[in-house]
């Protein structure tokens, strides 16, 4: 007994050495993040830090870019957009995605037919719906405007209309984005447990009060991931404002996004643009930390 205790203490007092194969396993996947993630990103920021045009030699310029963007109208004015397309999207996915995924998980059959059509716009290409929703979106021959004027209603210009272009894109943004957001939403509602809404029935509480209390609750982290997932999207979106308005009328849906790519791909001012990208990091940085810490200690 005595000599198997030394054993089992000379082998405790030699460690083992931690193994190699984890890292190896994940270094590849690592490798790449840091080809395409990380480097482009240090790039734009010393990028931010010159004026370039392609026309002549980078020259170091160190804060000045930032120091322009700091006072102009232009950025101020495409912040303000951003943040109108941003709150609209959110919102929107909220409330159409929940009041989806509610009624999907009220349905007992086709439950998978339903699911994929709500899910197939945002499985399409961004390019090719948005052209779609071009030809409906068109004032004259458009297909909304004819039904609103067999309807004798109002037919806006949409697009074309520095009032209801900026509504238009979201409206685009909201179709094609919502089914993503109604499938989490749905997930986390068939979560809840039968037994806390079978109780709350047997004493008497209504459907509206079962959802408000029970169901609500419960699914906020869910909440809380959509909310955070799309803001970040809407902050980025560019593809669908580039193809239906182009960033008009006059400037009327110019996001950051958008203004980024007008400086860097149609003025060559790739430091200046190097500079609001860096600008959009941080404002997303700083959403997605606000939106963590108001959500710290959100449990179903």
């Keep these: 007994m005595e000599r198997e205790l030394e054993t089992r203490g000379a082998v405790s007092s030699h460690p083992r050495r931690p193994s190699l194969t984890p890292y190896l396993l994940i270094a590849p996947a690592l490798t790449l993040l840091f080809i395409f993630n990380l480097l482009p990103s240090l790039a734009v920021f010393?990028?931010?830090?010159?004026?370039?045009?392609?026309?002549?030699?980078?020259?170091?310029?160190?804060?000045?870019?930032?120091?322009?963007?700091?006072?102009?109208?232009?950025?101020?004015?495409?912040?303000?957009?951003?943040?109108?397309?941003?709150?609209?999207?959110?919102?929107g996915t909220l409330v159409l995605g929940l009041a989806i995924a509610y009624a999907m998980s009220e349905v007992r059959?086709?439950?998978?037919?339903?699911?994929?059509?709500?899910?197939?716009?945002?499985?399409?290409?961004?390019?090719?719906?948005?052209?779609?929703?071009?030809?409906?979106?068109q004032p004259q021959f458009g297909i909304l405007n004819s039904i609103l004027g067999s309807l004798h209603?109002?037919?806006?210009?949409?697009?074309?209309?520095?009032?209801?272009?900026?509504?238009?894109?979201?409206?685009?943004?909201?179709?094609?984005?919502?089914?993503?957001?109604?499938?989490?939403?749905?997930?986390?509602l068939l979560g809840v447990p039968r037994e806390l809404k079978e109780s709350a029935r047997v004493d008497g509480a209504s459907e509206a009060t079962i959802f408000f209390r029970i169901s609500l609750p419960w699914i906020t982290p869910a909440l809380l991931f959509v909310t955070i997932v799309t803001t970040l999207s809407s902050f980025r979106s560019f593809t669908q404002i580039y193809e239906l308005t182009g960033g008009g009328p006059v400037h009327a849906t110019t996001v950051l996004a958008f203004l980024i790519y007008l400086e860097g791909f149609q003025f060559f001012r790739f430091g200046y643009a190097a500079a609001l990208s860096v600008l959009l990091f941080v404002i997303l940085v700083a959403l997605t930390w606000a939106q963590l810490r108001l959500g710290r200690g959100v449990r179903p």
């Design 46 to 91: 010393l990028v931010s830090l010159f004026h370039w045009n392609l026309a002549s030699p980078p020259r170091f310029v160190g804060l000045k870019n930032y120091q322009e963007l700091l006072h102009s109208a232009s950025v101020g004015h495409a912040l303000e957009v951003t943040a109108l397309y941003a709150l609209g999207v959110v919102l």
């Design 109 to 137: 059959r086709a439950q998978g037919f339903y699911r994929t059509a709500y899910l197939l716009p945002y499985v399409l290409p961004l390019v090719s719906t948005s052209v779609i929703w071009l030809w409906i979106y």
């Design 153 to 188: 209603l109002p037919q806006p210009g949409w697009i074309e209309s520095t009032r209801y272009a900026l509504p238009s894109v979201i409206l685009f943004t909201l179709w094609h984005d919502v089914g993503f957001s109604s499938l989490i939403l749905l997930a986390a």
